[in-house]
């Protein structure tokens, strides 16, 4: 539900209200009472609010309100559960500020059963200030995982949502097509990631079975089973390669997770990957061997996965039903040759994304400046990798470490440059026509656009 004028807010008795929802009842139909209900700030942040709405006879209820400036908004539908009843949210709202909440019954008709007050609370001092350059009229919000945890701003940069959450690993903050989102961090001593409501709260916990979780990309499908990526750690002999002889590598697998939490497909990349694909030109003195470093996954417009493996170089589609690798891109095993890329390779890459068919994208965050975004389309026969586009920040721009990319409906994107604090968004051509300021320097490990706050208006 969006924007309506405003209508005239009834605050009434409790006697009154079921008297008039009585009335309303017919002899086939349930009868329609109200019992009443409170409203309060927010578990996770001040500038958001939760309300309880106590009725039967009717299916949803929602919140109208207003701070008194002219303009009203208005909440979706909740439904009432079995408890009988419903727990609208208030989300985006400016702190410091007192809001007139109307309570609104729904199904069958509408009716205005009672006005609640709430006023916002003060923003803590840790959130960043953040200056939009360029006027952008994509619609939504963007997330920014920041290292005191995860932020969401307008276009305009002013923050409507935050939750407090520090994390010395990783802060890695995901808007999910169900419309949870995932937070990593440490929960009872184990590493996994926390599953969160619109309001911040936990609600659940995602985690890789049997091995430790990587903190670097969950995907929660839309039918809610994620796609995780995590450490398999094991001893090797690494000394016919000029290493030790009781060292441990590192390899990446990926798991794919039932919403139970059981196990419906496992890859490892040990089955497919050998030592010598290593980007490291010497292995001397290395006791415990990151060989690839897992760090992105995706779901090509054919059905297959994408993964990308910072330490390999290298970005591989792997067959979604039989495990195989279908082709490896970049690295010392890869098998394109590049069209029309400057540079020729990409390096320490973050945030693969299928753009279209036929098409990735991908931040080159490249062992020496400038850090690159780039779009390249992919000839699976001809096992070619023409450039599309190309966006360099700056030429100083440089991070060796974190960003994210994201693909929009309009061909245009989304990268954060991960240490630099630079977040960009650019047109179908790869030209910049939005960008974040005030942040420079800030970790954005990752930025997100989504198009709502709430749950119900961002699942697919």
């Known amino acids: 539900r969006g924007l309506m004028p405003r209508t005239a807010a009834r605050t009434t008795t409790l006697l ?3 008297g008039a929802l009585g009335a ?35 299916r949803f209820a929602f919140l109208r309100y207003t701070d008194g400036a002219g303009e009203v908004r ?16 208030l989300l985006g709202l400016r702190p410091e500020t007192s809001y007139e909440v109307e309570v609104v019954l729904s199904d069958p008709g509408e009716l205005s059963v009672e006005t609640l007050s ?42 409507v949502w935050y939750r407090y959450d520090p994390d010395q690993t990783l802060v890695n903050f995901q808007a999910h097509p169900a419309g949870t989102y995932t937070l990593y961090g440490l929960t009872n001593d184990v590493r996994a990631y926390r599953v969160l409501d619109e309001l ?26 994620a796609l995780v990526m995590c450490d398999d750690l094991r001893p090797e002999d690494l000394s016919p390669f000029g290493g030790l002889p009781t060292a441990e590598v590192n390899w990446t697998v990926v798991q794919l997770l039932e919403t139970d939490g059981t196990l419906a497909w496992e890859w490892h990349s040990a089955d497919h ?24 996954i995706d779901t090509d417009t054919d ?49 693969i994304r299928a753009a279209d068919a036929g098409e990735i994208q991908l931040l080159d965050n490249s062992d020496e400046a400038p850090s690159r975004f780039l779009r390249y389309r992919i000839d699976e026969s ?32 989304l990268v954060s440059f991960g240490r630099e604090g630079r977040v960009v968004e650019l047109d179908e051509s790869g030209s910049r026509r939005w960008e974040l300021t005030g942040i420079d320097g800030l970790y954005v490990f990752r930025a997100e656009r989504i198009p709502s706050l709430y749950a119900s208006e961002r699942s697919q």
């Open 273 to 296: 990957f050998d030592v010598t694909d290593t980007s490291l030109n010497s292995l001397e003195d290395i006791s415990v061997l990151n060989l690839t470093h897992g760090n992105s």
């Open 118 to 159: 709430l006023t916002t609370g003060t923003l803590p001092d840790w959130l960043p200030a953040v200056t939009p350059v360029g006027t952008d009229t994509t619609p939504g919000f963007l997330t920014l995982s920041v290292p005191d945890g995860p932020v969401i701003i307008d276009n305009s940069g002013r923050i």
């Open 382 to 413: 001809a096992r070619t990798a023409t450039l599309v586009w190309q966006h360099i920040d700056a030429p100083e721009t440089h991070t060796l470490v974190g960003g994210s990319t994201q693909v929009y409906s309009d061909r245009g994107g």
């Open 303 to 351: 059905g297959n996965y994408l993964f990308s493996f910072r330490n390999l170089n290298e970005v591989t589609k792997v067959n979604a039903r039989t495990g195989e690798v279908i082709w490896r891109f970049g690295g010392r095993r890869n098998q394109f040759a590049y069209i029309d890329d400057p540079k020729g390779t990409f390096e320490r890459q973050h945030g």
């Open 200 to 225: 911040g709260r936990e609600t659940g916990r995602i985690r890789c079975i049997g091995y430790e979780t990587r903190p670097h990309e969950i995907r929660v499908l839309a039918d809610g089973r």
């Open 74 to 89: 208005e909440s979706p539908l909740y439904p009432f559960g079995p408890d009988s009843t419903a727990r609208p949210a």
């Open 16 to 18: 009154l209200v079921v």
């Open 24 to 58: 309303c009842s017919d002899s086939t139909g349930p009868e329609r009472l109200y019992f009443g209900s409170s409203v309060a700030v927010g578990p996770a942040n001040v500038i958001s609010g939760e309300a309880a709405v106590r009725a039967t006879g009717y």
